[in-house]
Every structure is written in C-alpha cells, then in structure tokens.
T-cell receptor, first 118, second 110 residues
Framework: GAGVSQSPSNKVTEKGKDVELRCDPI?????LYWYRQSLGQGLEFLIY????????KSGLPSDRFSAERTGGSVSTLTIQRTQQEDSAVYLC????????????????FGPGTRLTVL | GQNIDQPTEMTATEGAIVQINCTYQ??????LFWYQQHAGEAPTFLSY????GLEEKGRFSSFLSRSKGYSYLLLKELQMKDSASYLC???????????FGPGTSLSVIP
C-alpha cells in the first residue's frame, strides 16, 4: 500500500514569509508525528497527534509554529514569519499505535520536506 | 524527563562486527526501537525490544537490559551499504510518545 507522503519535497522561501508543509499518513494510522532535522543532526520532536486526543505540542520551538490534523488523517505544519534558523528537513511519521501493542509504535516516515529560508 | 545517549560516530571495517550502544533514562519505559537512516533519506525501522534479551534479525541483532537502561545494536558481516546513522528511540508510558536519541553515524571502510 501507499506509504507516508509529504509535500512539497523542497521549499525555498524568503525570511518573514509563512509556509505550510503537508503530510498524508498511512491510512488507518492513528498516531502522527512531526520532526525537524538539521544537517548532520538527530531528530528534533515537534508535535504528536494521537487519535482524537489533544496534540502534544511540547516540542514546538516557538509560537510561530503550529500544526493541525484534519479528520484524523492529513496534517499541516505551518511556520509563520520564517527565520533562517528554521531551515531544515521536516519529517512526518505515522504509526498504527494500538493499545497494549508496543510493536505498533513502529514509525513509518515520509520522505521529508527540505525547507530553505533565504 | 527523558535522556538518551549514543556515541556520535563509529568506524568499522567491511566484513567485521560492530556494536552500537544506547543508554536511556526515562520515567516510564515501554519499549525501545532502532532505526537506520542513510544520508539524505528518511529513517527506516530495524528492530524493537520490549523484554530483556537479544532479538535477532538476519545480520542485525538488538539487545535490551531494562534494569540497566541499556541497549545495543549489533551488525555482523558489515557491508559498505551499512554506512548510515543508527537511531535509538524509546517509548514511554507516561508521555505515550516516541523519543529519539541523537543517532550514531557509522562509517564502513574497505
């Protein structure tokens, strides 16, 4: 079946502009994560959606960052007034996440969106 | 809170065995995952451990000691294509989400 998809694959924007990054998770996956990865660095957790629960926003670096997940499926990460330090690869992952089954925490990653802020 | 540590870089020779360690401190451990990430690509799942002991999958094995907060990934018969970053990740019952370690960059040399 189809994997996690993200769009756009590349985004170049000017400092101060807003950007929207999209993630289409695997159908039926209840958990959705957003991460940020700078060159040569590890994964920085941003936000986590699980079913209909309130999202865990503890990783968002500032109030310029927000995300929503509509209908328990597609998610959009919005960065307002972009700064040069926002330049990174933004990765989305989804997992089936069934209660009592640790293996269902396995994450399936999309190809990422490379954001460059000039 | 949570803390996950891995060596930053490792180098090993083609055909050899390498062990990549991961130590963690979490408030409520649930399970531990290993992912592989080639340069410029997204991470892909390798293995997971819930109980103490060794899980073997072909050339890759993963070990867990819950009492010590310790895991390792063992790669046998190294191939050049194994050059990648290896990410350790922990799930916590209290936070109900997955936290990734900083990753270990493995270089396999001829």
């Amino acid at each position: 079946g189809a994997g996690v998809s993200q769009s756009p694959s590349n985004k170049v924007t000017e400092k101060g502009k807003d950007v929207e990054l999209r993630c289409d998770p695997i159908s039926g996956h209840t958990a959705l994560y957003w991460y940020r990865q700078s060159l040569g660095q590890g994964l920085e957790f941003l936000i986590y959606f699980q079913g209909n629960s309130a999202p865990d926003k503890s990783g968002l670096p500032s109030d310029r960052f927000s995300a929503e997940r509509t209908g328990g499926s597609v998610s959009t990460l919005t960065i307002q007034r972009t700064q040069q330090e926002d330049s990174a690869v933004y990765l989305c992952a989804s997992s089936p996440k069934r209660s009592g089954r640790v293996d269902t925490h396995t994450q399936y990653f999309g190809p990422g969106t490379r954001l460059t802020v000039l | 809170g949570q803390n996950i540590d891995q060596p930053t870089e490792m180098t090993a020779t083609e055909g050899a065995i390498v062990q990549i360690n991961c130590t963690y401190q979490t408030s409520g451990f649930n399970g531990l995952f290993w992912y592989q990430q080639h340069a410029g690509e997204a991470p892909t799942f390798l293995s997971y451990n819930v109980l103490d002991g060794l899980e073997e999958k072909g050339r890759f094995s993963s070990f867990l000691s819950r009492s010590k907060g310790y895991s390792y990934l063992l790669l046998k018969e190294l191939q050049m294509k194994d050059s990648a970053s290896y990410l350790c990740a922990v799930t916590e019952t209290s936070y109900d989400k997955v936290i990734f370690g900083p990753g270990t960059s493995l270089s396999v040399i001829p």
